[in-house]
T-cell receptor, first 113, second 114 residues
Framework: NAGVMQNPRHLVRRRGQEARLRCSPM?????VYWYRQLPEEGLKFMVY????????ESGMPKERFSAEFPKEGPSILRIQQVVRGDSAAYFC???????????FGSGTRLTVV | AQSVTQPDIHITVSEGASLELRCNYS??????LFWYVQSPGQGLQLLLK??????LVQGIKGFEAEFKRSQSSFNLRKPSVHWSDAAEYFC????????????FGSGTRLSIRP
């Protein structure tokens, strides 16, 4: 019974490239959340998705960032034209439809050089 | 404004001593409440959670937390810390008590003095 799987664990991109971060929720979990953690800071909510729907994207930057959770396959957080300030740890969490049981993945650490 | 506050940025305690980490929230209704722990370079592990019922919640690794409605607090405690407890601790709130987003406090870094 695997937990929340995130890959890659580490990702290095040059400025201007695209970053794709993947998250496979726990079995039976239909809700996915993405959070960003800047160095020495807490976690900031980015987006909440259900299958094929974005429920709350109030924490997403207006430009360059997008997220999806297709009917089949993992959730994807996509960052276009990355800049140094995008360097952070990105965490995914999932929960069942009833809520209250959030499980986090190990995160993807993005470094922009 | 709605928020989760962890007033202590960094705490150092001696091994074997007791620990209390503070957390206050400012949401109108009683939200779902959580404590997570994060070791350096790692993900977050759930220590305990409160939804309703008994206000004293037992968690893993010997931790407990007490919900106090009158103080809007959910403080984390441990009677005797171990060196392996050194980590970052985050209080978190689901303000709508549902499968909505959860909001994290800024964290408290715990160091253990040998």
């Amino acid at each position: 019974n695997a937990g929340v799987m995130q890959n890659p664990r580490h990702l290095v991109r040059r400025r201007g490239q695209e970053a794709r971060l993947r998250c496979s929720p726990m079995k039976g979990h239909s809700h996915v959340y993405w959070y960003r953690q800047l160095p020495e800071e807490g976690l900031k909510f980015m987006v909440y998705l259900q299958k094929e729907n974005i429920i709350d994207e109030s924490g997403m930057p207006k430009e360059r960032f997008s997220a999806e959770f297709p009917k089949e396959g993992p959730s994807i957080l996509r960052i276009q034209q990355v800049v140094r300030g995008d360097s952070a740890a990105y965490f995914c969490a999932s929960s069942p439809p009833s809520g209250g049981g959030y499980t986090f993945g190990s995160g993807t650490r993005l470094t922009v050089v | 404004a709605q928020s989760v506050t962890q007033p202590d940025i960094h705490i150092t305690v001696s091994e074997g001593a007791s620990l209390e980490l503070r957390c206050n929230y400012s949401y109108g209704a009683t939200p779902y409440l959580f404590w997570y722990v994060q070791s350096p370079g790692q993900g977050l592990q759930l220590l305990l959670k409160y939804f309703s019922g008994d206000t004293l919640v037992q968690g893993i690794k010997g931790f407990e937390a007490e919900f106090k409605r009158s103080q809007s607090s959910f403080n984390l405690r441990k009677p005797s810390v171990h060196w392996s407890d050194a980590a970052e601790y985050f209080c978190a709130v689901d303000p709508y008590s549902s499968a909505s987003k959860i909001i994290f406090g800024s964290g408290t870094r715990l160091s253990i003095r040998p």
